[in-house]
């Protein structure tokens, strides 16, 4: 069975850095492609970034790229999410993420994934 634990959410100023981490077990990174996603309130979950299975592609979208890196650490299973320059508009829940197979992440961040966390909180305040 597939289980993440995330951490790492909370409250930040504008112009802030948060790292989120997001610790996985019942499967191998091999396998599977990694993400993460954000979802504002009242507005549908996004793609903001991922890692292909084989590591040869990574994508974010465009709104937190140079701001957002994303980072899979093999010696304890766990997936990064290291976020600066934070605005206001970064607000939102975010999840971690799996999609299974390597062509997820092959030319752009995957609409949806296999299996998910439960999401942590990020607030930007101004």
């Known amino acids: 069975q597939l289980q993440f634990v995330e951490s790492g959410g909370g409250l930040v100023q504008t112009g802030g850095s948060l790292r989120l981490s997001c610790t996985a077990s019942?499967?191998?990174?091999?396998?599977?492609?990694i993400g993460w996603f954000r979802q504002a309130p009242g507005k549908e979950r996004e793609g903001l970034s991922c890692?292909?299975?084989?590591?040869?592609?990574?994508n974010y979208l465009d709104s937190v790229k140079d701001r957002f890196t994303i980072r899979k650490d093999y010696s304890t299973h766990t997936m990064y999410l290291e976020m600066s320059s934070l605005r206001p508009e970064d607000s939102g829940v975010y999840y971690c993420?799996?999609?299974?197979?390597?062509?997820?992440?092959?030319?752009?961040?995957?609409?949806?994934?296999?299996?998910w966390g439960k999401g942590i909180q990020v607030t930007v305040s101004t």
């Open positions: 019942g499967f191998s990174f091999t396998h599977y492609v």
């Open positions: 890692i292909s299975a084989n590591d040869q592609s990574t």
């Open positions: 993420g799996v999609l299974y197979g390597d062509l997820g992440c092959r030319f752009r961040v995957p609409d949806t994934m296999d299996h």
